[in-house]
């Protein structure tokens, strides 16, 4: 049996940033691979929050990735490895 996905990229994606969001409005905090996670979407769709009040700041902090406007490749590949820095980062 072959199993393929038929969710868009941006679906899964806003589904897990979802999730982060409620979960830090829940706890109030969140672990550091959460924020990185949810910088790098935020960076990356910046465009969701147009015409959010705060829309200019986090225009400023999304430009402060190499995301906006980026490639699904590119996000990927740049939020595997800064992961992967946090998560060492951790360990130690």
Not at 13 to 28: D, E, P
Request: proline share 3%; aromatic share 16%; glycine share 6%.
């Amino acid at each position: 049996m072959s199993v393929k996905n038929s969710f868009p990229v941006d679906h899964i994606v806003m589904t897990i940033w979802t999730a982060v969001h409620s979960y830090k409005v829940l706890f109030g905090n969140i672990s550091p691979e959460m924020k990185v996670f949810y910088g790098i979407v935020q960076s990356w769709r910046v465009q969701w929050w147009e015409g959010e009040s705060d829309f200019e700041e986090r225009l400023l902090v999304a430009h402060r990735f190499p995301l906006v406007g980026a490639s699904r490749e590119l996000f990927c590949e740049f939020g595997r490895e800064l992961l992967q820095k946090t998560w060492n980062a951790e360990s130690l």
